[in-house]
T-cell receptor, first 117, second 116 residues
Framework: KAGVTQTPRYLIKTRGQQVTLSCSPISGHRSVSWYQQTPGQGLQFLFEYFSETQRNKGNFPGRFSGRQFSNSRSEMNVSTLELGDSALYLC????????????????FGAGTRLSVL | GQQVMQIPQYQHVQEGEDFTTYCNSSTTLSNIQWYKQRPGGHPVFLIQLVKSGEVKKQKRLTFQFGEAKKNSSLHITATQTTDVGTYFCAGQNPMNYGGSQGNLIFGKGTKLSVKP
């Protein structure tokens, strides 16, 4: 079974631009979560999508948005980029994202490293 | 808001020494998960603890979930250079806690380095 695929792996943008990151979850997984990872802040939760609906949202400004398609693939968009948005963006998929069973185990992709100049 | 605190932030040990990282939540959790991220890699699931007071072992790794389901620990016996990486705990809120529907909250991780 193929793992979680994120594209692109690396991205360089300038301030004010916008960016779209893509995530293809493991086949059969319906929940996709996005995280921002920086050296000082660890893994910060951005949002989670399940069945094309945003189910949970972290404390990020509205410049960060996402969506999920009917095939569970997800995209994340950041508009009006700021220098502080430079980070590794990780996508994780799980069967359901909630519950006490192993269905909420997160399987991470390799991430997209975004550099904002 | 809900927080998961993890200590220490960094730990340097000599190969063969033991290592422990601790995780504390401000709220009762439904379950807790542990992940390991090797340098340059992505987090990889290690284990999930669900029951109050649960203890699970994976070779040299011992995971514990507190009786109140608000804290957890990971203990590595006789560390090896292959243990290098950052260890994250992730607590899951009970369903519909505070309006959320059980999202995972990650600690900031403990970065382990092992000197051969």
């Amino acid at each position: 079974k193929a793992g979680v695929t994120q594209t692109p792996r690396y991205l360089i943008k300038t301030r004010g631009q916008q960016v779209t990151l893509s995530c293809s979850p493991i086949s059969g997984h319906r929940s996709v979560s996005w995280y921002q990872q920086t050296p000082g802040q660890g893994l910060q939760f951005l949002f989670e999508y399940f069945s094309e609906t945003q189910r949970n949202k972290g404390n990020f400004p509205g410049r960060f948005s996402g969506r999920q398609f009917s095939n569970s693939r997800s995209e994340m968009n950041v508009s009006t980029l700021e220098l502080g948005d430079s980070a590794l963006y990780l996508c994780a998929s799980s069967l359901t994202g909630t519950g006490l069973s192993t269905k909420n185990i997160q399987y991470f992709g390799a991430g997209t490293r975004l550099s904002v100049l | 808001g809900q927080q998961v605190m993890q200590i220490p932030q960094y730990q340097h040990v000599q190969e063969g020494e033991d290592f422990t990282t601790y995780c504390n939540s401000s709220t009762t959790l439904s379950n807790i998960q542990w992940y390991k991220q090797r340098p340059g890699g992505h987090p990889v699931f290690l284990i999930q603890l669900v029951k109050s007071g649960e203890v699970k072992k994976q070779k040299r790794l011992t995971f514990q979930f507190g009786e109140a389901k608000k804290n957890s620990s990971l203990h590595i016996t006789a560390t090896q250079t292959t243990d290098v990486g950052t260890y994250f705990c992730a607590g899951q809120n009970p369903m519909n806690y505070g309006g959320s529907q059980g999202n995972l909250i990650f600690g900031k991780g403990t970065k382990l380095s092992v000197k051969p």
